[in-house]
């Protein structure tokens, strides 16, 4: 089968691969749609190691089972559909008190094993659900971070009238933005780049946006909200946008960090003690894959218009290029089979 394979830092070729065998309990999937994510954009430039290489990437995907296992009978060849991409082993401490998210044992598809850049791919059918026809496959393959931010935002409380800061408006941030919106918080998005607050405007995700490169960043904060703000997502990874979601929170407020970290950070703790903030990491998901898929069918969120570039897999070595050097308005690189 054609697959997109890595070799190492910034080597990815198109190629033949084996075409994968299911064992019992898994499905095959024709695979459709896929999209890039920070983490593939992190493994493209050598930024994660002790990898099985080569490797397969891909975990944001959609596609139409090929295959099922004989034990398989609560679906059907042809049936459209995507899957979580976290295998955990359903037997730890945290599988078993409902976190498996946190998984001790947990193997990830396209980082551990191989992922959906390829014509096929293998998949235990416990992680697949059914997406309805209204649901183009893109938009299928956008449930996956859709789900991220579901996740993170059904971890905050009380958010109707709620003022709550969203730090990055990347995918992920404009998602948690839609989500907040729906859930009706005063949204208020914050990044470096005018063109994705634009969006969130023009789009009314946000209610405000503020570019946080400018001197009165803090001050436009502080007018919208002069206690600080009720709750805050860092969706960056970086330590000054974590410092930032610190520094604008209210006593008593929450902090929400799923920012991915590519290096330690180093905080100023007593603005945690002194506030008695309430600081929570949120990572990947559970749970959360039918109530964002209902979300989508229901067009609580948009999904279609964070998808700026396509690439057929031919180009696919391209795509991560270009995705790499985050070069002009691109949101979110869907490859499509």
């Known amino acids: 089968m054609k697959s997109l394979i890595y070799y190492g830092p910034h080597d990815l070729r198109y190629g033949d691969s084996p075409k994968p065998k299911i064992r019992s309990g898994e499905v095959l999937l024709r695979i459709k749609s896929v999209g890039i994510c920070g983490t593939d954009l ?3 430039n050598g930024g994660m190691k002790n990898l099985p290489l080569p490797l397969i990437m891909g975990h944001e995907f959609s596609g139409v089972i ?3 296992a004989r034990d398989v009978k609560n679906f059907k060849v042809g049936d459209r559909v995507i899957a979580e991409h976290v295998i955990n082993c359903g037997k730890c401490s945290y599988c078993l008190s409902g976190k498996p998210n946190l998984c001790a044992n947990s193997r990830i598809i396209g980082v551990h094993r191989p992922g959906a850049l390829a ?8 992680l697949v659900y059914k997406i309805p026809a209204k649901l183009s496959f893109e938009e299928g393959a956008m449930i996956e971070p859709l789900s991220i931010a579901y996740y993170a935002v059904k ?23 839609q989500i907040l919106h729906d859930a009706g918080a005063e949204v208020i998005g914050i990044d470096i780049a005018d063109w994705r607050l634009k969006l969130a405007k023009k789009k009314k995700w946000a209610d405000h946006t503020i570019n946080s490169s400018q001197k009165t960043w803090l001050k436009k904060i502080q007018k919208i909200a002069p206690e600080g703000v009720d709750t805050v997502f860092e969706v960056v990874g970086r330590e000054e946008t974590a410092e930032m979601a ?7 407020g929450d902090v929400f960090i799923l920012g991915v970290f590519e290096s330690a950070a180093s905080l ?5 003690v002194k506030k008695e903030l309430n600081v929570f990491g949120s990572w990947t998901c ?4 039918p109530p964002s898929i209902a979300l989508a069918v229901a067009k609580k969120v948009d999904l279609k218009s964070l998808i700026t570039n396509r690439y057929d897999v031919k180009d696919g ?12 308005k691109r949101i979110k690189t869907v490859i499509n089979f």
């Not at 971890?155 to 933005?177: E, M």
């Not at 610190?246 to 008593?252: N, S, T």
């Not at 559970?286 to 894959?289: I, K």
């Open 317 to 328: 070595a391209l795509a991560f290029k270009e995705s790499a050097s985050y070069k002009g």
């Open 155 to 177: 971890q905050a409380h009380d958010l109707l009238g709620r003022k709550v800061a969203v730090i990055g408006q990347g995918p992920i941030g404009l998602l948690v933005d």
């Open 66 to 68: 090929e295959e099922l």
């Open 286 to 289: 559970a749970f959360s894959f």
């Open 246 to 252: 610190i520094e604008i929170a209210r006593r008593d």
């Open 42 to 44: 992190h493994i493209y």
């Open 268 to 272: 100023n703790m007593m603005n945690i």
């Open 119 to 126: 014509e096929y791919l293998a998949v235990p059918a416990d």
